[in-house]
């Protein structure tokens, strides 16, 4: 069944299973599509990614583009009316300061390195930051999709049941 995403989820060079598919796995919850721009850190097929996503990886909607440039290329109205967002700890901007509407795109970096420098400097009013303490670096993928989205879907005031 084919519908209009709440949300776009992109990963941007994910490098761990497990995230993507915790990942995917609060994408069918909500209703959002999942990008994942390559290169990718593991295969679409291991074990650790399917068990992540569980049995909610066949009603994922996914798509896979080769880089950076092609998702703009697929996504070229969010972007150019700055309804994109993109998730970096040096941002100045705290995730919940923003309004999101339906359609938003919501773009995470790798585990390792975040989002490249390229990427962030050309849209530096639409970074945003999750809040922490000092003594944490960072915050799981994972955990940090999971905390973005809801407030998307919070604030959108979308009915999920």
Not at 91 to 104: L, P, R, S
Not at 129 to 150: E, F, G, H, K, T
Request: hydrophobic share 40%; proline share 7%.
């Amino acid at each position: 069944m084919k519908y209009e995403p709440l949300l776009h989820v992109v990963l941007h060079q994910p490098e761990i299973p497990p995230n993507t598919g915790n990942i995917g796995r609060s994408c069918v919850a909500i209703g959002a599509k999942l990008w994942l721009v390559k290169p990718l850190g593991f295969s679409l097929e291991e074990k650790q990614l399917r068990r992540a996503g569980m049995d909610y990886w066949p009603h994922l909607e996914l798509e896979v583009v080769e880089n950076w440039a092609e998702l703009t290329e697929r996504l070229p109205e969010p972007l150019q009316a700055g309804r994109a967002w993109f998730f970096t700890k040096a941002a100045q901007k705290i995730y919940t300061q923003v309004t999101y509407q339906a359609g938003d795109i919501l773009v995470f970096g790798s585990e390792t390195s975040g989002l490249p420098p390229a990427i962030v400097d050309r849209y530096p009013e639409q970074t945003l930051r999750i809040p922490m303490r000092q003594q944490v670096r960072s915050l799981n993928l994972s955990s940090a999709a999971a905390a973005v989205m809801y407030e998307a879907v919070r604030q959108i005031g979308a009915e999920i049941s």
